[in-house]
Structure formats: structure tokens, C-alpha cells
């Protein structure tokens, strides 16, 4: 599955950066645009990429290890040698002389356990490269979820701020004027007066609010857009499916990616208790080699040539109790990483509860923000009806609109959280996939 999902994301992102190629500027507005421009644009999942290809190579470099290796060493030196005085009734003389000649070596090695279990190791390095490299490609679709919608939370509360603002403008209005004829006091004058300045000041703050929501999605995509396309009127709301906890908390015990990280981190720290005691075993190697010799000197210049092949054994007696001392290091370091492994279970296990109730409450939170909405309106058109009977004054009303829009933006604000407790959900579980946004896609407008 895991293979599987970055063939799929590798695929869209060779797509996608074909389609960034032919365009100039960045006209994203969809979910599903968003995203595909993050999978090439984002640094982060850039970032994760990048290290995996390198911890991918953590493979081959351990099996060239166990493969031949080659060297040749070559040197060529001036010598000048003078000897002064009589040896055995030979005079002194000197010489100048070049020396010079190769050597090559081969060595293979045979038996070497701590070879054996570091190729072993770096299987297991690999396989937790790649749930690094998922593990990042589902956080980056939940980053552009959240920054998504956290526009789309900012914008509806702009929207709501200008019809509070537009509605406390036209009561400020009517208040003044029923207050030139005398049918209220000043001081529903000042109070709508004061509710006026309040909405105005909060529409500057939810304008700031919506570019910072952008500043944010630009973080991650590279480029700014002006606007993303909102959702539809009508969500369809389902619970989760399964809809049984207890298969949720199965699932993400058994694909969690943070856990599966965790898991290979524990093998590898096991492993790592054989590699280091391999320092009590012996090593075996073939060794080949072959020298070319040319020297000089008082007697005369001489080439020698030498081969050899055989087998070198090498077995450790003593190394100031080194090996015994790495090795409990690695013990107590495996005992470390499988504490840390259960207590990754047990938040794993929480997590995927929590996930789990927050998509079942976000439902109910949706169907009563929606019923909420309704008695609002219902109670703000009352409002405004004894206003103007004279039963209510403008502050009423005001605040009848205002539990209107925080309603409203609940409602909205419920809906978006719904979408994203529903890929947290997945993401604990450890299935969250690119098809989850998509289907997202198909509720905007």
C-alpha cells in the first residue's frame, strides 16, 4: 500500500510540474489545485524527498561492504646515496638512482558477521525511509487542508463582519432618526452608535485575519492566491466507516506511520546489539596481491615482482573490554526504544479515539449550529419586528443579528472542522491518501 501511494504521488508530481512549467503565474482556487501545486512547491515534502533518496542508499552501501575491494597504490621517488671510506677493501662510491613501482590488492571478504547484520540493518532503514517519506506526504495533505479551510474560516468571518458592520450602520441609522423625532432616547443613539464602531473594528480584524489565512497557504504552495473556491450549501455528512471504534484503533495500531517508523526504529536498535557483539567473532578474507618493483642503487639497479593469494583469518583476544561495553550500550538503547515503542501504541490508541469522537461530535455540532441558524433568524426577524412596534429598541435588534452571524459562522466554521477531524481520522489510522482531498474536491461549489 505504501509503494503503491508514492507511485502515486510521484506521478502527480511529475504531472504537476509539467502544468507549473506552461504557466506564468499561479491561478489555483480548488482543493485539489492547492494541493498539486504543494506537491511540487512545498519545501517540507521537498525536504522528505530528497532525504529519502538518501537514506535509500543505505542498502548499497551496505552490501559493498561485502563485495571486493580493490586498490592500487603506485610511487616513484629520486634517491641519492654516497658511502665514504673503505669496506672490505672497497673503496666509497655513490649513486643516483630512481626507484618506482606499483601494487595491487584484492580483498573479499568471507565471513564477517557484523557485514552481515549492518546489510541487514540497512533493509530495515530502507523500509523506514519510505513510511518517513508517507508519513510527510500525509502530513502535507492535512497542512493544505487546514490552511485551506482556515481561509475559507477567515473569509466567512470578513463576510459576516461586513453584514454586521452594514446591519449596525442601518440601525445606527434608524436610531438616529427616531431620536430626531423623539421616539427614543439618546441613549439608544449612542448605543448603536457604539455597537457600530465595534462591527467596523472587527471587519478590519477579519481582514487581516483573511490575509494572514493566505500568507499561511502561501507558505507552503510558493506563490499567493486571491481567493479558493468555498464549499458547497450541502454536505453530505456520514459517520465513520467503519463505525465501530475499536476497528479504528486495530487499524492504526497496525498501520499508524508514526508507529511503523517506531517499530523499524526498535529493529534497528536490536540489530544493532548483534553488530556490535560480532566484535567477539572472527573475520575471514581472501587477499590477492601483486607488486611490481624497480629500484637502483650502489649495486646496481633491480626489478623484483611479487604475487600472493590466500586466506587471512583474524580473531580479537583482547580489546580493553570495548566490545563487552558497546554491546550493553546497545542493549540499554534497545530497552529505551521499546519503552518508547509502547508508549507510542498507547498515544496512538488515544489518538485514533480522539480522532474518532471528534468526527462523530463534529456531526452533531454541524446539525445544531444548523438548527441554531435557524431559531436566529427566527429570533432576529421578531426582533426586528417589535422595533419597529416599539417593544425593542436598536440595541436588541443588534444583538439578535449578531447571535445571527456567530450562527452562521459557527455552522461554517463546524463544517470545515467536520472535513479535517475526518482526515485526521485517516491519518491516524494511517490510510490518509491524496483520494481523501479529492473527494473533498466534489463538495465545492
Not at 408 to 436: E, P
Amino acid at each position: 500500500d505504501h509503494l503503491m501511494r508514492h507511485a502515486m504521488y510521484k506521478f502527480l508530481y511529475i504531472f504537476t510540474l509539467c502544468l507549473v512549467a506552461s504557466l506564468n503565474t499561479l491561478q489555483a482556487e480548488g482543493l485539489s489545485e492547492v494541493f498539486n501545486q504543494a506537491l511540487v512547491r512545498d519545501t517540507q515534502i521537498r525536504e522528505a524527498r530528497a532525504n529519502f533518496e538518501a537514506n535509500a542508499l543505505a542498502r548499497p552501501l551496505a552490501r559493498a561492504s561485502l563485495l571486493p575491494q580493490i586498490s592500487l597504490t603506485a610511487e616513484t621517488s629520486d634517491n641519492y646515496i654516497k658511502t665514504v671510506g673503505n669496506t672490505f677493501g672497497v673503496p666509497g662510491s655513490s649513486a643516483d638512482y630512481n626507484s618506482h613501482g606499483f601494487s595491487l590488492r584484492l580483498d573479499q571478504p568471507l565471513y564477517n558477521h557484523s557485514l552481515y547484520v549492518q546489510l541487514r540493518q540497512a533493509k530495515n532503514m530502507v523500509a523506514k525511509a519510505q513510511a518517513v517519506l508517507d508519513a510527510s506526504e500525509q502530513a502535507l495533505i492535512l497542512r493544505v487542508a487546514e490552511a485551506y479551510f482556515n481561509v475559507l474560516g477567515a473569509e466567512d468571518t470578513l463576510t459576516f463582519a461586513r453584514s454586521e458592520k452594514e446591519a449596525s450602520q442601518r440601525q445606527h441609522e434608524q436610531a438616529e432618526i427616531r431620536f430626531e423625532v423623539g421616539l427614543a432616547a439618546i441613549t439608544d443613539m449612542k448605543d448603536a452608535q457604539a455597537v457600530y464602531d465595534q462591527a467596523v473594528a472587527a471587519e478590519i480584524d477579519a481582514k487581516i485575519a483573511v490575509e494572514l489565512a493566505l500568507d499561511e497557504l502561501a507558505v507552503i504552495i510558493g506563490d499567493r492566491i486571491q481567493q479558493v473556491t468555498p464549499l458547497a450549501s450541502k454536505m453530505e455528512l456520514s459517520r465513520p466507516n467503519p463505525d465501530y471504534i475499536e476497528d479504528w484503533v486495530e487499524t492504526a495500531l497496525r498501520q499508524n506511520l508514526s508507529l511503523l517508523i517506531n517499530n523499524y526504529d526498535t529493529k534497528i536498535a536490536k540489530q544493532e546489539i548483534a553488530k556490535r557483539q560480532a566484535g567477539y567473532l572472527p573475520t575471514l578474507d581472501i587477499i590477492a596481491a601483486y607488486t611490481d618493483n624497480d629500484t637502483g642503487g650502489i649495486s646496481g639497479s633491480r626489478h623484483s615482482k611479487s604475487s600472493r593469494i590466500g586466506l587471512e583469518l583474524s580473531l580479537p583476544i583482547f580489546q580493553g573490554g570495548r566490545t563487552y561495553y558497546t554491546s550493553k550500550e546497545g542493549s540499554y538503547l534497545y530497552q529505551a526504544a521499546q519503552e518508547s515503542n509502547a508508549q507510542l501504541r498507547r498515544e496512538v490508541t488515544r489518538d485514533a479515539r480522539t480522532a474518532y469522537h471528534n468526527v462523530v461530535a463534529a456531526i452533531s455540532r454541524i446539525e445544531a449550529f444548523a438548527r441554531a441558524t435557524e431559531s436566529s433568524q427566527l429570533a432576529a426577524e421578531a426582533t426586528e419586528l417589535g422595533f419597529e412596534v416599539g417593544t425593542r429598541n436598536s440595541v436588541d435588534v443588534l444583538l439578535a443579528q449578531r447571535r445571527l452571524f456567530q450562527a452562521k459562522r459557527n455552522h461554517a466554521r463546524a463544517r470545515y472542522d467536520y472535513l479535517i477531524d475526518s482526515l485526521r481520522l485517516k491519518q491516524a489510522a494511517g490510510i490518509l491518501s491524496s483520494a481523501d482531498l479529492f473527494e473533498i474536491e466534489a463538495w465545492l461549489q
